[in-house]
């Protein structure tokens, strides 16, 4: 028994009555998560170096995508003229509508800055080029009107069918995949770098093994039908270490993203083309 112990809810007096020493898992039982771990934390470090090298090579080359895309080893992909309406899944988030629309990018041909669509998922958008809405014939949008609509019209059934699977199965009837062709797919692990971590972390936690059920969208646009078995929060100790210097380096990228932005809006860069 302590003596009086003063706290910042006042004072005390702390009685031990028992101590259980730390109870270590064998090696063997959490090799594997272990392993699991070490993986995804090389990953994510691997993208913010990645990152960090995109945000650099695409504003040094404002002009041009080939660079940036050459410093990080990913294919520039390209569309079409597209509205808000018509535009691919990606480019629909908000941050990137408008980015798209602003004058750096749509009238300057300038790079957008990193933009983050999900967790350790950026993109860098550029518009090649740009041209005010009008209305066109018939005859010259009638392919793209009626494909639109028989896209918009299969997104609707998927959308009321995925709702009802979802509702039978919180209900426990399960024949209701086969009666519809479906069938749940490979078993894999959600974390917050998921298309799909904001519907998933959203959901109640499964109680006494019963899994829980919901719907979302993936990148594609595609309806997913969620089956939630298990949530494990276990936080490895050995991991704090490494978490806040992802933490450090996270604050460092948003740090040179403000500077970035604060540069373009504020200096004006003019630069030749000399060839011999």
């Known amino acids: 028994m302590t003596g009086l112990v003063k706290s910042d809810f006042g004072y005390h007096i702390i009685k031990l009555e028992e101590l259980k020493g730390a109870v270590a898992k064998p090696y063997s039982e959490v090799a594997a998560e272990i392993k699991q771990e070490m993986i ?32 990080v080893g990913q294919e520039v992909k390209t569309t079409d003229f597209i509205s808000q ?16 629309l602003s004058p750096e990018v749509k ?19 550029r518009v090649e080029d740009a041209r005010d809405e009008t209305v066109l014939p018939l005859d010259e949008v009638k392919g793209q009107v009626v494909a639109e609509l028989s896209r918009v019209k299969g997104e609707q059934g998927a959308i009321e ?18 009666e519809n062709n479906l069938a749940f797919g490979e078993q894999e692990s959600i974390d917050r ?15 006494d093994g019963k899994p829980m059920f919901g719907q979302s969208k993936d990148l594609d ?56």
């Open 40 to 71: 995804d934390q090389k990953a994510v470090d691997q993208f913010y170096e990645l990152q960090s090298e995109l945000e650099k090579v695409a504003f040094e080359y404002p002009d041009s995508l080939d660079d940036a895309s050459k410093a």
């Open 85 to 100: 309406v018509d535009a691919p899944e990606v480019l629909k988030n908000p941050a990137v509508i408008q980015a798209i």
């Open 107 to 125: 009238e300057d041909g300038l790079n957008s800055e990193a933009i983050e669509i999900a967790p350790e998922h950026i993109i860098v958008v």
């Open 161 to 178: 069918l995925g709702t009802k699977v979802v509702a039978a199965l919180k209900e426990g009837n399960t024949d209701i995949l086969a």
């Open 193 to 207: 770098r998921s298309p799909l971590a904001t519907t998933v972390f959203a959901m109640a936690k499964p109680v």
């Open 221 to 276: 646009g595609n309806i997913v039908v969620i089956e939630l078995d298990a949530v494990h929060a276990e936080l490895d100790s050995s991991l704090e270490q490494q978490v806040a210097t992802q933490m450090l380096r996270a604050s460092a990228q948003q740090d040179l993203s403000s500077v970035v932005a604060v540069l373009r809006e504020n200096t004006d860069i003019e630069y030749f083309v000399v060839s011999n």
